[in-house]
C-alpha cells in the first residue's frame, strides 16, 4: 500500500500490488460491480415503499396509478396522529436531556485535564454502542421492574429514562469529536483576560461548541424517533409509539397507508441526517 500527500492537504490513496505493480483499488476488477450491487441491495426495498406509497391501489404489489390518497388517509387517522404525537414527545423530551448529559460528559473528558480512569469513562459511555439492543432491552426491562415495584411510580416517564440513556452515546460521539478538533487557544485567551470559567464557557466555548451539540441532538433524535426494541418492552398501556404502531399495522397486513407513513418517517430522517452531516462539515 501506499500513501501519498500533495500540497498542503493530505490525500490517502489505497493500493493493492499485483502482479508486482501497484495499482489503485478502485480500478480492481469488478469494485465498480460490487459497490453498485451492494448500493442496490441498501437501497431498492426503500425506493420501492416510497413508490409503492403514492399507489393508488390498496394492494402494495400491484401498481394502478399515481394517488396521494393514503398520505391523506395517514394525516386523518387519529391512531397516526396520537402514536405521532407520542414518539415526539418521548424523542424531544429524551434528546434534551441525554444531550445535555453528554455535553457535560464530553467536556469532563476532553476539557477537564488528564486525570485516573479517564479511558475508562470513556469506554464506559461509549459500551453501550457495543452491546446488542435486544439485551439492553432485556437487561432495562428487569431494572425498570423492579423500580416500579419498589416505587410504585408508573408511567411514560419511564420509557422516556430509557430512550434518554441509549441515547447519550450517540450524542456524545459527535460533541466529543467537535471538542476535540476546538483549538484551546481562545479559552486560554479569554482567561488570560480574567474572564471566569462560565464566561469563557458561554461566551467562547459554547458558540464554537454549538454545531457538535446540535448535531449530537439530532442523531439521538432520531434513534429515539426510530427505535422498536426498547420501546416494545419498556412502553406500557397506552405508550404506543409511531414505529410501535406501524409494527402492530404490518402484522395485519401491509397497506399503503403504512407505506405513507414510513415514507415520511424516511422524509424527516434523512432532513436530520443530512443536516448533521451538513454540522459536522463546519469548522
Known sequence: MADHSHGQGRVRRIFWPIGGRDRELRQQPLFDVIAWFVVFLLYAPVAVLVIYSFNDNRSVVVWTEFS????????????IRKAAFLSLQVAVTSTIIATTIATMAALATTRGGP??????????????????????????????????????????????????????????????????????????????????????????????????????????????????????????????????????????????EVNAVSTILIGVTILLVGALFALQKRK
Open 115 to 256: 486525570f485516573k480512569g479517564r479511558s475508562a469513562s470513556i469506554a464506559l459511555i461509549n459500551q453501550p454502542l457495543m452491546i446488542p439492543e435486544i439485551v439492553t432491552a432485556i437487561a432495562t426491562l428487569s431494572l425498570f421492574s423492579i423500580l416500579r415495584k419498589l416505587t410504585g411510580i408508573n408511567g411514560l416517564g419511564w420509557l422516556i429514562l430509557a430512550h434518554t440513556v441509549f441515547c447519550i452515546p450517540f450524542a456524545y460521539m459527535p460533541i466529543r469529536a467537535r471538542l476535540s478538533d476546538m483549538s484551546e487557544i481562545l479559552e486560554l485567551a479569554a482567561s488570560d483576560l480574567y474572564a471566569t470559567p462560565m464566561r469563557v464557557f458561554r461566551h467562547v466555548t459554547l458558540p464554537l461548541l454549538a454545531p457538535g451539540i446540535l448535531a449530537g441532538a439530532m442523531l439521538a433524535f432520531v434513534v429515539s424517533l426510530d427505535d422498536v426494541i426498547i420501546t416494545l418492552l419498556i412502553a406500557g398501556p397506552g405508550e404506543t409509539t409511531l414505529p410501535i404502531y406501524i409494527l402492530g399495522q404490518i402484522r395485519r397486513g401491509v397497506t399503503p
Open 68 to 79: 396521494l390518497r393514503w398520505y391523506q388517509a395517514a394525516l386523518e387517522n387519529e391512531g
